[in-house]
Structure formats: structure tokens, C-alpha cells
């Protein structure tokens, strides 16, 4: 499959740009976020020393995402004929993708824009949804167009970001701060998760137990098929090795965090009904938890021992989920 020649999807373009617009209505006007960014080629760049001056595109965007690749080519136009007017920034959202993907998609399309990874701060600071997300700043330093689809209504807003007067912008946020990630080693601190099935559950192991904590999108298994076949590959084994799991080793308690742009509790809801699924399932709304663990890859599993300790993070790559499960359970057993 082609994936960049790939007739758009109406009705995904449709959900994409609802998705995107559905927060514009808590955003739109107020302050963005003083961010200091580094491309992928060691270029900084200061946000806070750009509004006032300028407006300032941001496209998040991931190399798997085929909207995203379909859309490319007229962003970097617009970089390549108004980047002495607007400051442009391509955020890959580091999720589930790597710099490696991300300079092989800008060799094969000749990319020339600035191009950032994200850790999951800029998607915070900059309400991040779905991809592709457009956020575009006014002169001013305040958010002035958030949307999902390349359209009339982007280019409007383009149009009009231009023509305003540079004017001095007001104070903006403190400067966005990457949050601090618990360490293989460290304490849990206390936690909770909303379960659609459970009500509120404690990220907290029971005595001689431990908690797997599954983090995984709702989408991987399908839409990665194609794109990311490996990773798809892997959201389906863990799901499956869980299920069995769930008999099998009594002393391992599970909850799912999904998470990800694209993810909603009716998306959640319907996954746990497609697939069977028997733990209790939460959505890390806005991806704290996915932050707080430092998640960048799915699906992964983390184990909290019943001291509350972070002992381990299983990899998508691990294809042997119980067998690295019951060696984590032996160790769990060795430190008591």
C-alpha cells in the first residue's frame, strides 16, 4: 500500500476535524505556551522571542499517520514561500515513531522545514488531539486556529494571521517544562485511573501481587497494520497474552490505559466490545500517565511491585510477555 498516495477518508476527515474543532471553543484566544523547541538538526527556537513578531504554524504530525504524509508536501510549501513570515514548525509527536522514520520520510519527500520530536510536552501545552493537528498563533502570542483538515477554513485563517499588524504580545505561560518520569526503581506516587467498567481503581499492587499496567492506543491493531505493521503485530499479541494471562498467573493484576491522539471513552468502549476484553480499561485523557511513565512506544507494559516501585517496563519488542512477566514476579519475590 501507498501510503501517501492514498485516497483521504471523508468520514476520518470528517471525525479528525470534529476532534480538533471540539476544543477550539476553551483555546481559541487565550495565551500560548512560551516553548523552546529543538529540530531534529540542533536548531533552537523560542517561541516567546517570536510572538510579537510573527505568526507561528505548528503541524503535529507522525510518520505512520497517512493524512499526515498526504498533507506534507503543501506544508512545506508554505514554509518554502512564507517562512520569512511565518514561523514554521513540523512536531512529530514521538509516539510510537522515532527520529530514525522521521529522517527517512524527509530525504524521500526533500523536506526542508524545521522539524521537532516531541516527549509529549508540546502535545500538552498545545492541547494536541488528533493528527494532523493544526495550531496556528497570532502575531499577538494567542491561539487563533486549531483543526485537523488542510481546507478552506486553514487557509482563511492563514490568510488573515498574515495580514495582521505586528503588536507586542502579552506575557505568556511560564515556559512549558518536561515533566519529571518515574524511573525504573522509583516509587509510584499515588495514582488513580478512571475504569469505564470499575469506577476509580489505585495504580497499586495488592499484597504478593503485582500491577501490570498495559498502555496501548485503541487504533494500533487496525490502523497500524499497514503503516507499522511490527507495532500492530505486537498491540494484538499483548491483548492475547493478557487474556490468557489473566488465568494463567493469578498474581499479576491488570488494568489498560489507552491513549494517543485519535482516543475517546466511546473509542475505548467499543474496543473492550470488538475484542473481548476483560480487564478494566481507563483513558489516560489528555496523556498524563503516558508522560508521568515516559510511554513513547506501544503497546508497553508497566509492573509496580507491592511497595509501590516501578520494576519494570516490557517493551513492545518482547514477544515473551508471560515469560518476562514470571521472571519480574521472581524478582518481585527475591527483593522481599
Not at 35 to 48: E, F, H, P, R, Y
Not at 106 to 128: N, Q, Y
Amino acid at each position: 500500500m501507498n501510503l501517501d498516495n492514498a485516497s483521504p477518508d471523508p468520514e476520518t476527515t470528517r471525525a479528525g476535524e470534529a476532534l480538533a474543532l471540539g476544543i477550539a471553543p476553551d483555546v481559541i484566544g487565550t495565551a500560548a505556551p512560551a516553548a523552546v523547541m529543538k529540530t531534529i538538526d540542533g536548531q533552537q527556537i523560542d517561541l516567546s522571542a517570536i510572538y510579537g513578531r510573527k505568526p507561528v504554524y505548528l503541524k503535529f504530525w507522525a510518520t505512520w499517520c497517512i493524512p499526515c504524509r498526504q498533507q506534507m508536501p503543501a506544508f512545506e510549501e508554505i514554509y518554502r514561500t512564507l517562512g520569512d513570515r511565518i514561523q514554521v514548525v513540523a512536531i512529530d509527536i514521538g509516539y510510537s515513531d522515532d527520529e530514525a522514520s522521521v529522517r527517512a520520510f524527509r530525504e524521500k519527500l526533500g523536506l526542508t522545514l524545521p522539524i521537532v520530536m516531541d516527549d509529549g510536552s508540546l502535545a500538552k501545552g498545545f492541547h494536541l488531539t488528533v493528527t494532523p493537528q493544526h495550531v496556528l498563533i497570532g502575531k499577538d502570542g494567542r491561539f487563533k486556529y486549531i483543526g485537523h483538515a488542510d481546507n478552506e477554513a486553514l487557509a482563511e485563517a492563514l490568510k488573515q494571521a498574515l495580514q495582521e499588524e505586528a503588536d507586542p504580545a502579552e506575557p505568556a505561560p511560564e515556559r512549558l517544562e518536561h515533566e519529571k518520569v518515574i524511573q525504573v526503581g522509583e516509587k509510584v506516587p499515588d495514582l488513580s485511573v478512571a475504569t469505564l467498567q470499575n469506577g476509580s481503581l489505585p495504580l497499586k499492587a495488592e499484597p504478593g501481587h503485582l500491577l501490570a499496567v498495559q498502555f496501548f492506543s485503541t487504533w494500533c491493531e487496525w490502523y497500524l497494520e499497514s503503516s507499522r505493521p511490527d507495532t500492530s503485530q505486537a498491540c494484538t499479541r499483548v491483548r492475547e497474552a493478557i487474556e490468557t494471562m489473566k488465568s494463567t498467573v493469578p498474581e499479576v493484576d491488570w488494568i489498560g490505559i489507552a491513549g494517543g491522539p485519535w482516543t475517546t471513552k466511546e473509542d475505548l468502549a467499543e474496543y473492550g466490545k470488538n475484542y473481548q476484553v476483560t480487564i478494566p480499561l481507563a483513558l489516560d485523557e489528555g496523556g498524563e500517565l503516558n508522560r508521568r511513565f515516559g510511554i513513547q512506544e506501544i503497546p508497553t507494559v508497566a509492573l509496580i511491585d507491592d511497595t509501590q516501585r516501578l520494576i519494570e517496563l516490557i517493551a513492545p519488542a518482547e514477544k515473551d510477555l508471560q515469560g518476562a512477566i514470571q521472571k519480574a514476579l521472581g524478582k518481585a519475590a527475591d527483593n522481599h
